[in-house]
């Protein structure tokens, strides 16, 4: 009973964030959403805070092992991992469009905890640049340093095009995406190689494994 109040708490958080922001969705928004009482939600969370933190480490925990799942799959080359991991993050994120709303925006907004988790999220993605190419042989450009700098810029264009209400238009970046993250390791050209739009070939694809059961 208890999970199914916190699933259905998370999915209401989730709505109201995302709809009025952080700030502005109040515990009892979040409980009538849910359909569940204030007195259940309190005896789950200590407060709005503390319930977002769970829902967005929960939510993330999804996609990053939705990701780790497609890198792993599409191997044994790094461009083809590092190009079905992208994808499948942008897939995700455009079919729960109130989720990447609430975990790429309002994280923003939601403290100092929940901005940690972020940089920690952020700081997890370089597990996927593990097997990239040696990188520029410059002593002036650190790897650790690039790695950082490229999977930042992914973060804020993604970000950006959520924070414009244009989430479903994700998996529209994938070619500008899988070229920034190659070019600094392989090259222009392998770059350029690996960088091409989703085709039929590609397979299906992925989307979060739960719909959401409110309008977005």
């Known amino acids: ?15 109201e964030v995302a709809t009025k922001g952080y700030d502005n969705a109040r515990v009892s928004d979040i409980c009538q959403a849910a359909g569940v009482t204030r007195p259940a939600f309190y005896a789950l969370f200590t407060g709005k805070e503390d ?11 999804v996609v990053s092992q939705l990701m780790e799942n497609a890198y792993r799959e599409a191997g044994p080359t790094w461009p083809d991992a590092a190009r079905a991991a992208l994808r499948t993050l942008l897939e995700v994120l455009a079919s729960v469009p109130a989720f990447a709303r609430m975990a790429l925006v309002e994280v923003d907004a939601a403290g100092p905890d929940a901005r940690r988790e972020r ?15 040696p990188g520029p042989a410059l002593a002036e450009v650190g790897r650790d340093e690039l790695v950082s700098t490229v999977v930042g810029g992914i973060y804020a264009t993604v970000r950006g095009r959520v924070a414009r ?6 998996p529209q970046l994938l070619p500008v995406l899988t070229y920034a993250a190659m070019a600094p390791f392989l090259g222009t050209e392998a770059a350029i190689q690996a960088t091409r739009p989703i085709r039929p070939d590609d397979g299906p694809s992925t989307t979060a494994p739960c719909a959401p059961t409110h309008p977005s």
């Open 119 to 133: 940089d920690a999220l952020l700081t997890s993605f370089r597990r996927f640049f593990v097997d990239a190419g």
């Open 51 to 61: 319930a977002f933190l769970a829902a967005y480490r929960h939510g993330i925990a």
């Open 1 to 15: 009973m208890a999970a199914t109040q916190r699933d259905r708490l998370f999915d209401g958080l989730v709505h």
């Open 165 to 170: 209400g244009r989430a479903a238009e994700l």
